[in-house]
């Protein structure tokens, strides 16, 4: 297949390339061209502004691909603007994220709202309810032109500008012998990068039973679904794992809530969870995720190889927490 990815090079989009690429499919990359991408296995067409993506509507048609997956969209507007460039024969795939349940929401407020685990048909933030309403606005565009959207659980691994677990890790790197945390009882959903890319192959060549030729399978147009990991660890599980990826013997010292450092917060008592359920795409297209262990030690490795710069020296709050 010829896929066009929009918004390749950064982590999630640069983990489909290169998962597509493996798979043998001819990828096409369309980026603002602000990042390293030699190394992509794609050919590349520069866009500087997703805003002049109509202009380039003819070189697309020519490149004629059978799917496209819109990674970069921040809002309703960026998904009209790339479905105007798209011809209307290619399958498409939104990215979008589980931030766009009103639990996530619930979760910043204070409130506990919603029934877990959370599935395709949880109820979703209300308009104007924190910046991830212009997912549903992306989501709301692609899924009329019979597109498929993946909402994503908190994905981590290798490019992962987020950093997800350097809550712990900053600690490790600056050798801290004792780590504060809360009871550390807070569901969240992850997903390992690569296991997102697996979901958007599997999406766009499914065909479903019975269905022949090039037809994008009934079974995914049209179609929400989340994308996670199918067991997830309360979070002082997490950060013991992370710690023993990093061989680290740090200790994790219970605190109360109120002594937490603020990036170690989510170690304390929250009023949500945010436990998300896969199991229609498990269902539909048998997505599924991979060896949780060896997929977070291979995040702990990269995340350590590749500190943020400048890192954060300042632990003065951990140490009043553990006075």
Not at 65 to 90: C, K, Q, R
Not at 172 to 198: C, K, M, N, Q, W
Not at 208 to 223: K, L, M, N, P
Request: net charge negative.
């Amino acid at each position: 297949m010829r896929v066009l990815v929009l918004g390749g090079t950064r982590f999630v989009g640069r983990g489909i390339v290169a998962r597509l690429a493996a798979a043998g499919h001819e990828v096409r990359c369309v980026h603002r061209g602000t990042r390293s991408h030699d190394d992509l296995p794609a050919t590349h067409l520069l866009v500087r502004d997703r805003r002049e993506l109509p202009v380039h509507r003819d070189a697309i048609a020519a490149f004629a691909p059978d799917a496209v997956v819109d990674v970069s969209n921040s809002g309703g507007e960026d998904a009209e603007t790339a479905l105007e460039a798209i011809p209307d024969a290619a399958r498409l795939v939104a990215i979008s994220s589980c931030d766009t349940y009103r639990a996530f929401a619930s979760l910043h407020g204070g409130r506990q709202t919603d029934a877990l685990p959370l599935t395709e048909t949880s109820p979703v933030r209300e308009p104007g309810d924190g910046p991830q309403w212009g997912n549903l606005d992306v989501e709301a565009r692609y899924l009329a032109r019979g597109g498929t959207v993946l909402r994503l659980g908190a994905v981590y691994g290798q490019g992962d500008y987020q950093r997800r677990f350097d809550f712990v890790l900053r600690r490790v790197r600056a050798g801290r012998a004792r780590i504060p945390v809360g009871s550390g009882t807070f569901l969240f959903s992850h997903v390992d990068v690569a296991d997102v890319a697996e979901a958007v192959r599997l999406v766009i060549t499914d065909r479903g039973a019975g269905v022949e030729g090039g037809e994008w399978s009934a079974r995914v147009e049209g179609q929400v679904f989340n994308v996670a990991e199918s067991a997830t660890w309360p979070y002082r599980a997490r950060a013991e794992r992370v710690l023993a990826a990093a061989g680290s013997a740090a200790a994790l010292v219970q605190v109360d809530d109120e002594r937490l450092p603020a990036d170690l917060a989510i170690t304390g008592t929250l009023s949500q969870h945010l436990l998300v359920s896969s199991a229609k795409l498990r269902e539909v297209v048998g997505w599924r995720d991979g060896d949780a262990e060896a997929a977070l030690a291979k995040a702990v490795e990269w995340y350590q190889q590749h500190p943020p710069e400048p890192e954060d020296a300042d632990f003065s709050a951990d140490d009043a927490a553990l006075a």
